[in-house]
């Protein structure tokens, strides 16, 4: 029989190689076993993420208003709704490269969302994930649950603070008019003839802010009743919104401390 070449030292050397690797196999099989199986859960778990929900709005906007430069690139206002849940989120393209131009296109249809609580990532049919902060300024919503979400963090942040001292116990917080402070504080009342609407203000550190008045009815023509109730997240400064949904038309007579000028002049 013929004899092996190799020289006994380095058979066993061999050998134990051999044996040290079968050893090790297994091993190797079970870590890229986990690490497939952990890829796969990661995948799993990022599916499960992400459900679907409606886009009801797209828009962009100047979130910085009259202080943006002339090369500033707009935000993306999103609005999603998910069965009675509504999300609203900001996305801001910094390399003008556009990347949420178009997906108005998607609005009134279904796409794939994850949230935290502070972000939004949205999935489109065809294209990759975009990332949202979660929230937005964007008070020009025409949905109104839109608007809604868009206001509670401010009228939620007004009850947060301590009320001012000077700010009447039945007042309650809404938007400002964009233009000004973030929330006011208001007291509307019905006036003794039903007449008109007489709203007191103040500024948010309690300073007062005058009147504002309304007339006693809707921009429809339908009376404003006794017991109307406003609702904080459509109104803002110089709109009133009922619960009902209907807007009170405001009431833009002269007037000279709080008194008319043209007394017999109807509410317009």
């Not at 070449?5 to 050998?15: C, D, M, N, V």
Request: charged share 25%; glycine share 8%; aromatic share 8%.
């Amino acid at each position: 029989m013929m004899q092996s070449s190799i020289p006994a030292r380095f058979k066993h050397s061999i050998q134990s190689r051999h044996g040290r690797i079968l050893r090790s196999l297994p091993l190797i099989v079970v870590a890229a076993c986990a690490g497939l199986s952990l890829t796969i859960c990661a995948s799993a778990r990022e599916a499960k993420g992400f459900s679907a929900t409606t886009l009801v709005e797209k828009a962009d906007y100047q979130p910085c208003r009259n202080g943006c430069s002339e090369n500033a690139e707009p935000a993306s206002a999103f609005c999603f709704r998910q069965g009675d849940e509504v999300v609203v989120g900001d996305g801001r393209s910094f390399l003008h490269e556009k990347k949420f131009s178009g997906l108005e296109e998607l609005a009134g249809k279904q796409v794939q969302i994850r949230i935290s609580r502070w972000y939004v990532w949205v999935k489109p049919p065809d294209g990759p994930v975009m990332k949202l902060e979660r929230g937005s300024t964007y008070e020009n919503f025409k949905d109104a649950g839109c608007i809604r979400e868009v206001r509670r963090p401010i009228i939620d942040g007004a009850y947060a603070h301590k009320r001012p001292a000077r700010v009447s116990a039945t007042a309650f917080a809404l938007a400002g008019s964009g233009n000004g402070d973030l929330y006011l504080w208001l007291q509307c009342d019905l006036s003794s003839d039903k007449s008109v609407i007489a709203c007191l203000r103040w500024y948010r550190n309690g300073d007062p802010y005058g009147k504002d008045w309304y007339c006693a009815r809707t921009v429809d023509g339908a009376p404003v009743a006794a017991d109307f109730e406003i609702d904080p997240l459509l109104s803002q400064e110089g709109r009133l919104v009922l619960k009902s949904g209907a807007v009170v038309q405001q009431d833009h007579r002269a007037r000279t401390n709080d008194v008319l000028d043209r007394p017999g002049e109807a509410c317009r």
